[in-house]
């Protein structure tokens, strides 16, 4: 199975789709993806999707969910849920037993074709079916639920490996090492994380972690793309970036050195005046020392912001002249 939540939700297993249009029913399924192999405690989906005071059905109401989910996984694996037998509604501490069977040591269904295995799992004489696979793939816990998928089956975490690798790079003094991973790892993105589920504020959290860690990586790379002077080319989304995050002083730090390199000095300096009187007429704050400093470096013409560095330690732009 394969998740995608950096932009609209998606989901496939054995190459077709898997994604409820219910609201709650996607909200269940974003966070259990960002748990890939780990159980969510019940209370915690609770309180996702109804907030601190859940109405008395909510832990049926949940388990209708999870059946739903079931049923469209099994459809997707190979038949519909509940052909093993009647079901009944999957919950915490079982999941629905048919009349061809008793439920295994976690709960889950049995049919007379097979017997569950160590985990419980119904087993058939050929094989899983598609509802005992729906089961095991979407499992029940003592106290919750989880999805059996690997992180790297789960687009967040496989940004957040590729990023990683490329912050690593980018200490290494490997630029253009870290600006090729750090583009690998943002083109996962296809628009703001979780941007058509309904967030509770489990998935608020998380969401806000994910655009901290995209915007880190693409700051991170724009200071390797600097350092390999393609300050040219990256006037136009620094112009963007700088609209969109208009009290971001690393940004605004790097949108003035390339319009400095690129001989627009001017325009550099309007940067700074921009930034300089939003923060002080809406924070009552003055730029940061380093952004004063390369303010400063600019006004004086200094030869170090001339050309991109080569060799040394690997600074960010926004920290070129830190005390």
Known sequence: MRIRILGPLHAETDGVPVVPSAAKTRQVLALLSLHPGRPVPVAVLKEELWGPLPPSSAHSTLQTYILRLRRALAAALGGPYGSEGPTGAAGPT???????????PTGNAVGKAGAAGATGNAVGKAGAT???????????????????????NVDAFAFQRAAQAGHTAFADGDSARAARLLREALALWTGPALVDVRAGAALRIHAARLEESRLLA????????????????????LVELTRLHPANERLHAQAMVAFYRAGRQSEALQLYRGLRRRLVEELGLEPAAQLQRLHQAMLSVDPRLDTPAHGGRPTPTFDLYAA
Do not use: C, Q, W
């Open 94 to 104: 079982g999941n629905a037993v048919g009349k061809a069977g008793a439920a295994g």
């Open 130 to 152: 598609g509802p005992a696979r729906a089961r095991d793939l979407l499992a029940t816990g003592h106290d919750g639920y989880l999805l059996r998928i690997a992180e790297e």
């Open 218 to 237: 693409t700051e991170r790379r724009l200071d390797a793309e600097l350092r390999l002077g393609l300050h040219g080319e990256l006037l136009a989304e």
